[in-house]
């Protein structure tokens, strides 16, 4: 299972979105920080779910945050993140 795929799921599992995104962007920061051969590093998210509803865009953030903690820890360098309810 790619990265994009296991971020979509932990995701879908945990915010029951109406619409989700996940993209794979590692091609275009090749020789940045974080980067590695073979991509699966950077990653931007578009997702809109009910669990956002009157939150803050920190407290969205941070909710995507935890969720992905392990992946963030480990393997992904950055997540460009749109939200909203």
């Known amino acids: 299972m790619s990265m994009a795929d296991t971020i979509a799921r932990k995701l879908e599992e945990a915010l ?3 619409q989700i995104e996940v993209r794979d962007v590692s091609h275009t920061h090749a020789g940045h920080a974080g980067w590695r051969e073979g991509g699966e590093t950077h990653f931007e998210v578009v997702m809109i779910s009910d669990a956002f509803a009157g939150k803050s865009r920190v407290e969205c953030h941070r909710m995507v945050n935890r969720i992905l903690a392990d992946e963030l820890a480990t393997s992904v360098h950055a997540l460009q993140l749109t ?3």
């Open 16 to 18: 029951s979105p109406t």
């Open 83 to 85: 939200l909203s309810s």
